[in-house]
């Protein structure tokens, strides 16, 4: 990418022609459309900044992550919420509130519990929906991931980054707490 970058000299917003591309048939990711293009000769891209037609809208997930030290002295998340844009426009402000998805996903802290009524609590609120609770860390991540792959977003902006973004991450506690990595 870096190099595509460069050798096209892309600055600022524009659009990419590509021609003579072949689809692919054995897909190396979970996109709809999968490409080939040579890129030695890079003969096949053009970088077209003429154009003034609006970016198309992107699916954008928007989260923040909290996390409690376990006993190892380890951060562990406890809480991760979400808001969800299925059409998120890049070139104006999302303005449409009913079409945010809000939810939050939560487990009780490391060596602390949570109210016994709590799921009789959020339903008497009217927040059964929104707010979901799991049993233990790895349930977290695990209903994390199922809403991941539900809403399949184009974007993914992460909010209130501390000093520990890289150990505190789901995908990296996902990888520590031995999870599956279909």
């Known amino acids: 990418m870096e190099r595509l970058l460069v050798e096209k000299a ?3 917003p524009g659009w990419i ?3 003579n591309y072949t689809e692919v048939t054995a897909k190396q990711s979970y996109c709809d459309y999968e490409f ?3 890129m030695e000769r890079m ?3 053009t970088y077209n900044t003429s154009i003034t037609q609006n970016p198309p809208p992107v699916r954008m997930l928007v989260l923040n992550v909290l996390t409690t030290l376990n006993e190892k002295k380890e951060n562990e998340i406890c809480m991760i919420s979400t808001l969800y844009n299925p059409a998120c426009s890049l070139s104006n402000p999302s303005t449409d509130q009913k ?3 809000r939810l939050c996903m ?3 802290p490391c060596g ?3 109210p016994f009524d709590i799921k009789d609590q959020l339903n008497r609120r009217g927040l059964a929906d929104i707010v979901l609770t799991a049993g233990n860390e790895k ?3 695990s209903l994390f991931l199922a809403k991941i792959h539900k809403y399949e977003p184009d974007i993914i902006v992460r909010c209130g980054i501390g000093g520990s973004v890289v150990e505190c991450s789901p995908a990296t506690r996902a990888a520590r707490v031995r999870f599956p990595a279909d």
Request: glycine share 8%; charged share 20%.
């Open 43 to 45: 003969r096949n891209l």
């Open 10 to 12: 892309m600055m600022g």
């Open 36 to 38: 080939s293009v040579d």
């Open 139 to 141: 349930a977290l991540l």
């Open 17 to 19: 022609d590509i021609s």
């Open 112 to 114: 602390g519990t949570l």
């Open 99 to 101: 079409d945010l998805h």
């Open 106 to 108: 939560f487990t009780k």
